[in-house]
């Protein structure tokens, strides 16, 4: 399973980010694929995730993630960006579909790419 997340960097509130999360052909058509994060001193907390059909969840309405199939790749569009948003944020993977929001179902994690948004 490989999973390559990119797109990080500093941005100012109310400043927008795209992420990327290439995956491989395998994992990419099969379960779903989620973002997490994590900010210093928390737990990691669901961001959004997309399974293998296209059904989307998303825990706020700035933030929307989508596949590109021909490319293995999904991306999560950050718009008005909050100092609040900033975390490591991971590209992470599962085999099942079911309860998108549970952490415990995603098998696989990439490395994790840094978003900072300053005021």
């Known amino acids: 399973v490989q999973l390559q997340a990119s797109g990080g960097g500093v941005v100012h509130a109310g400043g927008s980010l795209r992420l990327s999360c290439a995956a491989s052909?395998?994992?990419?058509?099969?379960?779903?694929i989620g973002w997490f994060r994590q900010a210093p001193g928390k737990e990691h907390e669901y961001v959004a995730a997309?399974?293998?059909?296209g059904y989307d969840d998303s825990v706020t309405p700035r933030f929307t993630i989508s596949r590109d199939n021909a490319k293995n790749t999904v991306y999560l569009q950050m718009n008005s960006l909050k100092i609040e948003d900033t975390a490591v944020y991971y590209c992470t993977a599962r085999p099942t579909i079911a309860a998108l929001r549970n952490l415990r179902q995603y098998a696989y994690w990439g490395q994790g790419t840094q978003v900072t948004v300053s005021s």
């Open positions: 052909e395998h994992t990419f058509n099969s379960g779903a």
């Open positions: 997309i399974n293998w059909s």
